[in-house]
């Protein structure tokens, strides 16, 4: 029994040994038309990785922010346009302190969020991902992300209240860089700062941050600004003006003094976060802010924020698609031509093995596996030259702004099946033509 059971192994072996070998041998016979097919599946595999792997990169920056905003109600300064760092207005103290006794609310912190160098427009460069920014924290506030309370460090630690304030905790892209280390000091706009830690990476947002205290990233900010520089350096003068020689001044002159006299640097925050004592609804407490601050603040709910987040993640991900129905229309129609005329070439040859007993199924199998093995090897020429591609261009970028693409194992494999599924799925119609084929049809033909 044993003995006639490896005998009947050796027979399958052997036989599928035999078709691979007729189907090698009829590829290699048309060396030129199997070779164009396979280049065409090449182009669609090809941009298929590309593609899809410029997606895979940008997902998972996207989810990551997802995660951060979500674990967080978002707060912006009335008539800011969102999601631009607060440009347009700041958040007075008075009202975050309101903000902070509202029914729900465990704890407010303000933020200052700016480029880390000003922009050079005569320098203007594409970055895939955010551009390096620094990220004023308010160190004292009990506020804590729900999502993300700490951040994993690749060394040293993240800044804190009693640390000196010209200390700053630095991204993983920042740190690469710039070739910095724990303990190195870097200067940022013009002033001297010392490296306490580095965050390990997280492929998005905190990889381009610098963190450093909210003070000092204020003073930044207002610096950068000419009108709150001039603010501020008018304030001090604004309190020595008695009300009776304010009166006497002209009206215009007598507003801005005015405006000067009620500055205070505590107000400019270009953002707040907000977190929510256990037990209630964040929505609901987001809600809560919306119906008491409308007027003065633009309040963003995690909900709201999510689905603004998957909105844009869903337009970038119809690329994978759009490439995926690419490689299926230049690599399937590729495929069918070849097959067809295969078939039409070797009427004579399905004839005679049906003459001598090969079944209309083993025909169609056979034409089947035929067309997916092209498939399989554009797909693998397609998948080598994308991820050459993607490589290079990877290296090329590196040091400026960081990968543009994530090559997964994963997702390689994926493709190459689907290269192979596409390679038999458009030989499904040619090898059922094929197999249907009448033996005394086809013997006319020799």
């Given at each position: ?8 192994y050796l027979v399958i072996?052997k ?6 070998n007729?189907?090698?041998?009829n590829m290699?016979r048309?060396?030129l ?5 396979i280049?065409?599946i090449s ?9 899809g792997s410029?997606?895979?990169r940008f997902?998972k920056?996207i989810?990551?922010?997802?995660k951060?905003?979500t674990?967080?109600i978002t707060?912006a ?8 760092g607060?440009a ?6 008075d009202?975050?302190n309101k903000?902070s006794?509202?029914?729900?609310v465990?704890a407010v912190a303000?933020?200052i969020?700016m480029?880390m160098e000003e ?12 551009a390096?920014t620094?990220?004023?924290m ?5 506020f804590?992300?729900r ?7 690749k060394?040293?630690r ?8 010209n200390?700053?905790t630095?991204?993983?892209?920042i740190s690469t860089?710039k070739?910095?280390k724990?303990?190195?000091a870097m200067k940022?706009?013009?002033q001297?700062?010392k490296?306490?830690?580095i965050v390990?990476?997280t492929?998005?947002g905190p990889?381009?941050y ?6 000092v990233?204020r003073?930044?900010?207002i610096e950068?600004?000419?009108f709150?520089?001039?603010l ?7 309190q020595?003006?008695?009300d009776?020689?304010?009166a006497?001044?002209p009206a215009?002159t007598?507003a801005?003094i005015?405006?000067?006299?009620t500055f ?9 976060a ?5 037990g209630?609804?964040s ?5 809560r802010?919306?119906?008491q601050?409308k007027?003065?603040v ?16 869903a337009?970038f991900?119809?690329v994978?698609?759009?490439s995926?129905?690419?490689?299926l229309i230049?690599?399937?129609?590729s ?7 295969s ?9 005679i ?5 090969a079944?209309?199924r083993s025909?169609?199998r056979e034409?089947?596996?035929e067309?997916g ?15 050459l591609m ?5 290296n090329?970028v590196a ?12 997702f390689?494999?994926?493709v190459?099946a689907?290269?192979?599924g596409l390679?038999?799925t ?7 033509r ?10 006319r033909?020799l």
């Amino acid at each position: 029994m044993v003995s006639y059971n490896i005998l009947e192994y050796l027979v399958i072996i052997k036989s599928i040994h035999s078709m691979f070998n007729e189907i090698f041998r009829n590829m290699w016979r048309k060396k030129l038309r199997s070779m164009l097919t396979i280049f065409g599946i090449s182009i669609g595999i090809l941009a298929f990785t590309v593609m899809g792997s410029l997606a895979l990169r940008f997902n998972k920056m996207i989810q990551g922010g997802k995660k951060y905003v979500t674990g967080q109600i978002t707060l912006a300064p009335k008539g800011t346009n969102f999601g631009m760092g607060g440009a347009g207005g700041t958040l007075p103290v008075d009202t975050l302190n309101k903000i902070s006794k509202v029914d729900g609310v465990e704890a407010v912190a303000a933020g200052i969020e700016m480029p880390m160098e000003e922009p050079n427009l005569d320098q203007a460069t594409v970055s895939m991902g955010p551009a390096p920014t620094i990220e004023g924290m308010d160190l004292s506030s009990k506020f804590k992300n729900r999502n993300w309370e700490t951040l994993a460090m690749k060394e040293g630690r993240m800044i804190e209240a009693s640390d000196p304030v010209n200390s700053v905790t630095i991204g993983y892209t920042i740190s690469t860089d710039k070739g910095l280390k724990t303990g190195d000091a870097m200067k940022i706009r013009g002033q001297d700062f010392k490296v306490l830690g580095i965050v390990d990476k997280t492929m998005t947002g905190p990889d381009t941050y610098i963190f450093m205290p909210l003070s000092v990233a204020r003073d930044l900010y207002i610096e950068s600004n000419p009108f709150l520089k001039s603010l501020k350096e008018q304030a001090a003068n604004a309190q020595e003006i008695s009300d009776s020689a304010l009166a006497k001044l002209p009206a215009e002159t007598r507003a801005q003094i005015e405006q000067a006299r009620t500055f205070k640097v505590e107000d400019i925050s270009t953002g707040a976060a907000v977190s929510w004592k256990d037990g209630y609804d964040s929505d609901q407490v987001a809600q809560r802010i919306k119906d008491q601050f409308k007027d003065e603040v633009i309040v963003m709910s995690p909900k709201a924020l999510g689905e603004m987040i998957d909105k844009a993640s869903a337009v970038f991900n119809s690329v994978i698609l759009g490439s995926a129905i690419l490689a299926l229309i230049v690599g399937g129609f590729s495929i069918i031509n070849t097959m067809v005329m295969s078939i039409t070439e070797r009427t004579k040859e399905i004839g005679i093995k049906k003459a001598i007993g090969a079944s209309s199924r083993s025909i169609a199998r056979e034409y089947t596996i035929e067309a997916g093995i092209i498939g399989l090897i554009g797909g693998l020429i397609g998948i080598g030259l994308g991820s050459l591609m993607i490589v290079i261009i990877n290296n090329a970028v590196a040091n400026k702004s960081g990968a543009i693409f994530e090559l997964s194992p994963v997702f390689l494999a994926i493709v190459l099946a689907f290269s192979f599924g596409l390679g038999m799925t458009a030989g499904l119609l040619p090898a059922w033509r094929a197999s249907k084929l009448r033996v005394v049809e086809a013997l006319r033909q020799l």
